[in-house]
């Protein structure tokens, strides 16, 4: 197989950021004020604080106002839902998210079933997920939509494909699979989505024209996985101990890029594939927020 396709989401990334920022102006000129999105960091994860910081600092990029509200890891799931109470209210803020993972004392449920559904740019209120299911406008969840503009970008076959996606988290997996066989493009895949009890999880990956991976193993699908010419979409990240690095870690995901990049047509690289996708429908949410 030829060298694949890079899906490179840093440069479809930065190309949407562009018009993003000029859709940004014209929210300012209208409203007298730029799109505003916080960002609410609960505790002090180190990989956390670098998405947050990187979301930030994509507003900044745009001409958005971001807001970065810290809490301590000992904050009460009450005293949080105050809080996100709070941002709903807030007539200044389009739009906010709450990082992910929470401390295991907060129910993560009823921290996003308090969001209001208007400001949840994330994507993860149970309205969103039941417009994105019915084909309705509303807020697409981040990860997955920005591989859907990935796809469109580099203008990848979808119609009548087969898609498997490994992962069926409500935040990746299953919303991907939901979009893939949506009546429009990127979409009208026939698709199969896997999980931890699959059965010959490589018999099923096989088959995949495109194979969206969402797993959190690292390196755990490896080219013999993986058919021929396939389109690989790679969302874990990982941080790994490399003491060859200044940072002491390097960034993988759950593809084995060495044997998979000989077999598949294209592939999301990491670190720069899906990552700076996930931000930039963040920001277009955020946008989007502004025009309701
Ligand atoms: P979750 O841990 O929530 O879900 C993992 C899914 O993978 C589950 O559905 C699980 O199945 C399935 N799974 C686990 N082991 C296997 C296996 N051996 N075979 C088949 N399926 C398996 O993960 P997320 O969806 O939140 O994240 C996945 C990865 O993507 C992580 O590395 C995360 O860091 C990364 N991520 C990256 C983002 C980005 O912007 N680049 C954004 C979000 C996530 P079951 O349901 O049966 O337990």
Not at 43 to 64: I, L, N, Q
């Amino acid at each position: 197989m030829a060298t694949p396709l890079i899906l490179d989401g840093k440069r479809c990334g930065d190309a949407l950021k562009a018009e993003i920022a000029q859709g940004a102006r014209k929210v300012g000129d209208r409203r007298g004020r730029p799109p505003h999105l916080a960002a609410v960091l609960v505790g002090d994860d180190g990989a956390s604080r670098t998405y947050v910081e990187a979301k930030v600092k994509a507003c900044a990029k745009v001409g958005f106002r971001s807001s970065l509200i810290e809490l301590p890891a000992s904050i009460t799931e009450d005293d949080l839902l105050d809080k996100v109470r709070a941002l709903n209210a807030d007539a200044d803020l389009d739009g906010f998210i709450v990082q992910l993972p929470l401390p295991t004392h907060i129910d993560a449920d009823r921290v996003i079933n308090t969001i209001d559904p208007r400001k949840d740019v994330d994507g993860f209120h149970p309205v969103n997920v039941g417009n994105m299911v019915l084909g309705l406008p509303g807020f697409l969840p981040a990860t997955p939509s920005g591989i859907c503009e990935l796809l469109k970008y580099y203008q990848v076959g979808t119609e009548g494909r087969h898609c498997v996606v490994v992962g069926r988290s409500n935040i990746v997996g299953t919303p991907m699979s939901i979009l893939m066989s949506r009546n429009t493009y990127p979409g009208n895949c026939t698709v199969t989505l896997a999980h931890s009890r699959t059965k010959d999880l490589g018999s099923i990956t096989r088959q995949a024209d495109i194979l969206v991976v969402a797993i959190g193993k690292p390196g755990f699908i490896t080219g013999d996985m993986v058919k021929e010419g396939a389109v690989v979409v790679d969302v874990g990240i990982h941080r790994i101990p490399d003491t060859g690095r200044k940072s002491g870690y390097r960034l993988v995901g759950d593809v084995d890029h060495a044997s998979v990049t000989a077999r598949c047509s294209a592939i999301t690289p990491v670190p720069g594939g899906v990552g700076p996708m996930t931000i930039t429908s963040l920001l277009l949410n955020t946008l989007l927020a502004c025009s309701s």
